[in-house]
C-alpha cells in the first residue's frame, strides 16, 4: 500500500499487500501493513482489559498503534443489552498512525448485543469473529433479532468465524477446580489467545501479567493462561482459521529510543510527578472523583513515595481549595475533574488568580452540559475554562494534543503557573485520556528546570524592612511567593481588591482599574512557543487549524487530502491562552481558514473575535472523535470552495 | 508549653513575644461596639502563650465580617472565599505539619455556605482550630437571618418570621464526629482565653463557638449570658473533673472532656437553659495530617524515594535504534 497515506479509505481486501506465502502447518501467513481490530462484549465480559492486553502485546512488538476505548457510562448495564455494549478498538500498523482508525477490519462479538452494535461500522469484506454460545434465542431476542443474523444472510458481506468461545473455554479449564462461572469468565483470554495468534502478537507479556494480576489466586492465573493457551492453539489447529497475519514492527516511522505505551491519564499523572521533581516542589492534589479524570487521582495515590500527597476531598470546591491552600504553604498545587468540577471550582479559581498563586487546574473534558454523556469525548469546555469566572480573571490554557503529549503539556501547565505566578488550565478530554499510543520514554535530563525561588528577603522599596507580597517582576509581573514560614516576610492577601504593591486592601478606582489590567497583562504575557505551520509544498490556500484531542483526525484527513492531491496546511495549538504570538499574521497567510471541533464553534469564536478572520467551522458533538475520511471529505469540500 | 509541642509545633523557649507583636499596620474596620474586638484583643493577648514564632503562625477566613480577622494579625494570613476557609486551610495543614493553622469563620460562612467543609473538616480532623464567630445573623449583607438564628426571627428577608430550625453548631459539630468542640464568650476575656489554650492543646481539628455581639444587626442576642443579674444562672461553667447537673434536681455528673462516647457531651450541647460554655469534649484521636505525612513516610520506608527515570519507563519497554 502507499503505506505513507494512512487510511485511504479503501476496504479491509483492498488496502492490504495481498502478498501471501504458505507457512508452518499448512496455514498461510499474509503481510498487512496496518490492521483495526474492535473487541465488543457485554461490560462485564473484560473487553477493556482484553484490548489492553492485545495493545501491550502490539506495542511490545514495536507497531505504531493507537487505540479508541468505548464504554457505556453506567458499571453494568442490564446484561446483554445494546446499551451494555463495551468495546475497544485498536490501530496498529508497520508505519506511522495519527488514529485508532476509522472503521474496524476485525470484529470481535462476544454476543449478539455486540454483533448488532457495531455491525454499521464494519466495511464489506471485514472478519467477524463471534461467540456462538451467546447467540440464544433469549439473548437475540434482547436486542431485537427474530431470526439468528449467523444463518439468516445478515452476514452475507462478511468473513464470519464463528467459535464457540465459552464451550471451548469451559472444555479447557474442566482440570482445573474452577466453578463452571469462574471457567466462563476466561472466554475473553481465549479470544485474546486466538487474536495473539491470528496477529502473530508476543504471549509472554500477557502470562506475565495475568500470574501478577491474579497473584493471590494462583488457581485463577493459571486458568486464565490456560484459556489464552488454549485460544492460542485453538487458531493453529483449526481449519476456519486458514490464514494469519504479520504487520511487521514500524521502525521507521520512530525516533531512536526507548518506548512504552502511554495513555493520556497515565501521561499527565506522570507529567505532574515529573514537575514536583523538576521544580523541587512537593505534589499536592486536591480532587473529587469524577469521569474521566478519577484515573489520574488513582494513580497519583500510588506514588507516596514521591512526595506526592493527594487528598480526596468532599466535593470539587475543597478538592480545588486544598490545592491553593496547598501552594499558598509552597507545595505544587493541583486539581484534576472534568466539566461539572470545573464549574464548581470557578469561584476558587478567581480567587487564585486574585491571590497570583501557582495552581493547576486540570480538565479532562467530557460531553456536557450537566452530566451529559461522562464516558464520552468533547471539546466544549474551552470558552468555559477561557471566560468562566466573574470578574476580569484571564487564565492561561494549554491543551495536549496525544495522550503522550499530556506529560509534555503538564509540565508546561507547570512551567507557566510556577513562573507566572497564576492559575493554569490543562484541557485534555475523554479520548486522550483514556487512548493510548507509543511514547519515548524521555531521559530525566531531558526534562526543563522548574525551579522557583521564594522570597526570603523584605523587599518593601519604602525602606521599612517591611514585605510588600504584591511588588511584581518587572519582567513576568509575577509577584513574590513568600511560604509561612519564612521570617520576616509575614504577610496577608485575600480575594479583596488590593493595591499593587504593598498588598493592602484598596477601594480606590484607578488602583482597580490598574489591577484588573495588570492581571490581564500577566497572562497576555506568558511566553508560548510560535506555532509550526505544516505545509509542505508552501503553496497551500486552506489551512487546517484544530486544537486538544483532534490533531489526529484531522492530521490523518489533512494526509489523506494531500493524497488526492489537495494543497492544505495543518496547524495545530497547544496554547489557547495566550495565543502564540504569530498566530494572527499566520491565519492571515491563508485564503481560507477551516475550524474543525468537537463542540459548536469554540475556538472559531475565539479566532474570529481576536483576529477577525473568516475561520469557518466544521463541529461535531457526538461524543466521539472525527473520522479521518470524514474531515478529508470536509477539506476537500473546503479545497473545492 | 510541652502540649503545645505535642500538637507538632515547634515551641521556641526563647521567643518573648507580646500582643502588640501580633498587631499588623492596618486600620481595624468593624462598627464600633462590635464583639469582634474582644476575639481580636483576647486573640492577640493569647497567641503569645504559644511560643510559636509568628511566620510558623497563619490564619484563614472566608467571608463575612468576622472575616476580616486575619487582616489585623501580624502573621500569615488569607481571606478567602465565603464558606471555603476549612478547605483551604485543610490543603494547606496536611502540607505543612509545621504550621499552626486557625481558621476564623462566621455562623453563616461556617454553617451555611460552608457547612459541607465543616463536617468534613471535623471527621478528617486536620490539625486545624476553627474559631465560629456566632452573631447569630448575617453581619457583612446587612441582617439577614442566619443558619442559627432563632426561629420566628424578623429580618430584612424574612419580614414576618424566619421559618426554619436553627442548627445547634456544637451538637452538629459532635454529630460530624468532632474530637474537640467548646464555647465561650466574646466579653469574657479570661474564659475565652481559657478555651483558646485548650483548643490550641488539642491535636486534631478543634471547634471553638464564640458567642459575639452583632451590635448593629442583632443586637443583645447573649444579653442574658452577661448581665450580671442573670448571668449566674443563665451560665453553665463547664469544667472538666467538675459536677454538673443537666436539669435542677437532675443527677451530678463528673465532667469528662476526655469520654470517648460523645453522648453526655452531645446533651450538653442541646441544653439551653442554662447555656454551658467551656470545653464540653476534647477527645485525641489521630490528626488527618500527621497520618498522611506518615504515610509518605512509610511509603519511602518501603519502596525507597520515587526514582522518577523508572517511573516514566514502566516495565514494558522496547528500543528503536
Ligand atoms: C459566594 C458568595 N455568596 C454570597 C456572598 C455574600 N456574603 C458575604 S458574607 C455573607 C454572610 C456573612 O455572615 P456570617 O458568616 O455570619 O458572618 P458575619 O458577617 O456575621 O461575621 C454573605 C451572604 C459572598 N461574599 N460570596
Ligand atoms: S455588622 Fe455587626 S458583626 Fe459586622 S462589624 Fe458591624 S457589629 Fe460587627
Ligand atoms: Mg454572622
Known amino acids: 500500500m502507499t503505506s505513507r497515506v494512512e487510511e485511504t479509505g479503501s476496504t479491509f481486501d483492498e488496502s492490504h499487500d495481498p502478498e501471501s506465502e504458505p507457512a508452518n502447518g499448512g496455514k498461510r501467513v499474509r503481510r498487512l501493513d496496518r490492521v483495526v481490530i474492535r473487541f465488543a462484549g457485554d461490560s462485564g465480559d473484560g473487553m477493556q482489559l482484553t484490548g489492553d492486553r492485545f495493545t501491550s502485546e502490539t506495542a511490545g512488538f514495536g507497531n505504531d498503534l493507537s487505540t479508541l476505548p468505548n464504554f457505556p457510562a453506567e458499571i453494568r448495564a442490564p446484561a446483554g443489552t445494546l446499551p451494555g455494549v463495551s468495546s475497544f478498538q485498536l490501530h496498529f500498523a508497520d508505519h506511522d498512525i495519527l488514529t485508532p482508525g476509522d472503521a474496524p477490519d476485525v470484529l470481535v462479538a462476544m454476543n449478539p448485543a455486540a454483533l448488532k452494535a457495531n455491525l454499521a461500522d464494519l466495511p464489506r469484506g471485514a472478519e467477524i469473529i463471534v461467540n456462538t454460545d451467546e447467540f440464544t434465542k433469549r439473548a437475540l431476542a434482547k436486542v431485537g433479532w427474530q431470526a439468528d443474523p449467523l444463518d439468516d444472510g445478515t452476514l452475507a458481506e462478511y468473513r464470519v468465524h464463528p467459535v464457540a468461545l465459552t464451550t471451548l473455554t469451559v472444555e479447557a479449564l474442566k482440570e482445573t477446580s ?55 492453539n485453538y487458531g493453529e489447529t483449526t481449519e476456519s482459521f486458514a490464514v494469519s497475519y504479520e504487520v511487521a514492527p514500524a521502525a521507521r516511522a520512530f525516533a531512536p529510543g526507548r518506548y512504552r505505551n502511554i495513555s493520556g491519564n497515565l501521561a499527565l499523572a506522570y507529567g505532574l510527578i515529573a514537575a514536583s521533581r523538576q521544580s523541587g516542589l512537593p505534589l499536592f492534589l486536591g480532587s473529587y472523583p469524577i469521569t474521566p479524570a478519577s484515573d489520574i487521582l488513582h494513580e497519583l495515590s500510588k506514588h507516596k513515595n514521591f512526595g506526592v500527597r493527594t487528598f480526596q476531598a468532599e466535593d470539587e470546591i475543597a478538592g480545588i481549595g486544598a490545592a491553593l491552600g496547598a501552594a499558598f504553604g509552597g507545595a505544587l498545587g493541583v486539581t484534576t475533574t472534568s466539566g461539572p468540577g470545573v464549574a464548581l471550582k470557578s469561584e476558587t479559581i478567581g480567587l487564585a488568580v486574585s491571590l497570583e498563586l501557582p495552581l493547576l487546574v486540570v480538565d479532562i473534558q467530557r460531553g456536557g452540559p450537566s452530566t451529559g454523556l461522562p464516558t464520552k469525548t468533547e471539546q466544549a469546555d474551552l470558552l468555559q475554562a477561557m471566560f468562566g469566572r466573574n470578574g476580569e480573571a484571564p487564565v492561561p490554557i494549554v491543551a495536549p494534543a496525544s495522550p503522550g503529549e499530556c506529560f509534555t503539556m503538564a509540565l508546561e501547565a507547570a512551567r507557566i503557573a510556577l513562573a507566572y505566578r497564576t492559575p493554569v488550565f490543562l484541557l485534555s478530554d475523554g479520548y486522550l485520556a483514556n487512548g493510548s499510543e507509543p511514547w519515548r520514554v524521555p531521559e530525566v535530563s531531558e526534562l526543563p528546570d522548574l525551579r522557583v525561588e521564594f522570597a526570603t528577603e523584605p523587599n518593601a522599596p519604602d525602606g521599612s524592612g517591611g514585605f510588600w507580597p504584591y511588588l511584581r517582576d518587572p519582567q513576568t509581573l509575577a509577584r513574590p511567593w513568600a511560604v509561612p514560614g519564612t521570617p520576616g516576610l509575614e504577610h496577608r492577601i485575600g480575594g479583596i481588591e488590593k493595591q499593587d504593591g504593598t498588598g493592602n486592601i484598596s477601594y480606590d478606582p484607578a488602583n482597580h482599574d490598574h489591577m484588573v489590567r495588570t492581571r490581564q497583562a500577566k497572562v497576555d504575557g506568558v511566553s508560548v512557543p510560535d506555532l509550526a505551520v505544516d505545509d509542505p509544498g508552501g503553496d497551500a490556500g486552506l489551512l487546517v487549524l484544530g486544537w486538544g484531542s483532534t490533531f489526529g483526525p484531522i492530521a490523518a484527513g489533512v494526509r489523506r487530502a494531500r493524497a488526492a492531491g489537495g494543497r492544505v496546511a495543518q496547524a495545530h495549538l497547544r496554547y489557547l491562552n495566550p495565543f502564540p504570538a504569530n498566530l494572527g499574521e499566520l491565519l492571515r497567510r491563508y485564503d481560507r481558514v477551516l475550524v474543525p471541533e468537537m463542540n459548536l464553534g469554540q475556538l472559531a469564536m475565539l479566532l474570529r473575535a481576536r483576529y477577525l478572520v473568516d475561520a469557518r467551522s466544521f463541529t461535531q458533538v457526538s461524543g466521539m472523535p472525527f473520522k479521518a475520511a470524514q474531515l478529508a471529505a470536509v477539506i476537500s469540500e473546503a479545497l473545492d470552495d | 508549653m510541652t502540649e503545645i509541642k505535642a500538637t507538632g509545633v515547634t515551641a521556641n523557649g526563647a521567643l518573648k513575644l507580646t500582643a502588640k507583636d501580633f498587631k499588623s499596620d492596618q486600620e481595624v474596620r468593624w462598627c464600633p461596639g462590635c464583639g469582634d474586638y474582644a476575639i481580636l484583643a483576647a486573640v492577640q493577648g493569647f497567641l503569645p502563650e504559644l511560643g510559636i514564632p509568628r511566620e510558623k503562625i497563619v490564619f484563614i477566613s472566608g467571608i463575612g465580617c468576622s472575616s476580616r480577622f486575619p487582616y489585623y494579625l501580624s502573621t500569615y494570613g488569607m481571606h478567602s472565599i465565603h464558606g471555603r476557609a476549612p478547605a483551604i486551610a485543610t490543603g494547606l495543614a496536611s502540607s505543612r505539619p509545621d504550621l499552626s493553622v486557625w481558621v476564623i469563620t462566621g455562623d453563616g460562612d461556617a454553617l451555611s455556605i460552608g457547612g459541607n467543609h465543616l463536617i468534613h473538616a471535623l471527621r478528617r480532623n486536620v490539625n486545624l482550630k476553627i474559631l465560629l464567630f456566632n452573631n447569630r445573623i448575617y453581619g457583612l449583607t446587612k441582617g439577614q437571618y442566619s443558619p442559627t438564628s432563632e426561629p420566628g426571627k424578623i429580618t430584612k428577608s424574612t419580614p414576618m418570621g424566619s421559618l426554619d430550625e436553627p442548627f445547634r453548631p456544637l451538637s452538629l459539630a459532635l454529630g460530624a464526629e468532632a474530637g474537640f468542640v467548646a464555647r465561650t464568650i466574646d466579653s469574657d476575656r479570661q474564659h475565652l482565653t481559657s478555651v483558646l489554650r485548650a483548643a490550641a492543646q488539642h491535636q486534631g481539628t478543634a471547634l471553638v463557638e464564640i458567642y459575639q455581639n452583632c451590635n448593629i444587626f442583632n443586637d443583645g442576642a447573649f444579653e442574658v449570658l452577661k448581665d450580671p443579674a442573670t448571668r449566674d444562672a443563665a451560665l453553665l461553667r463547664l469544667e472538666h473533673g467538675q459536677p454538673y447537673r443537666l436539669t435542677p434536681d437532675g443527677e451530678e455528673i463528673v465532667h469528662d472532656v476526655t469520654d470517648p462516647d460523645p453522648t453526655r457531651a452531645f446533651a450538653l450541647s442541646r441544653l439551653t437553659e442554662p447555656t454551658p460554655i467551656g470545653v464540653l469534649r476534647a477527645v485525641a484521636r489521630p490528626a488527618y495530617d500527621r497520618q498522611l505525612n506518615a504515610q509518605l513516610d512509610q511509603a519511602v520506608a518501603e519502596r525507597g524515594e520515587g526514582d522518577l527515570s523508572a517511573l516514566l519507563s514502566g516495565s514494558d519497554t522496547w528500543m528503536v535504534r
Open chain 1, 178 to 232: 474452577l466453578s463452571r462461572k469462574d471457567a466462563e469468565r476466561a472466554k475473553n483470554m481465549f479470544a485474546l489467545g486466538l487474536l495473539s495468534w491470528m496477529y502473530h502478537r508476543p504471549t509472554e507479556g500477557t502470562e506475565t501479567f495475568l500470574r501478577a494480576k491474579f497473584a493471590k489466586k494462583p488457581e485463577i492465573a493459571e486458568a486464565n493462561v490456560l484459556a489464552f493457551r488454549t485460544g492460542w
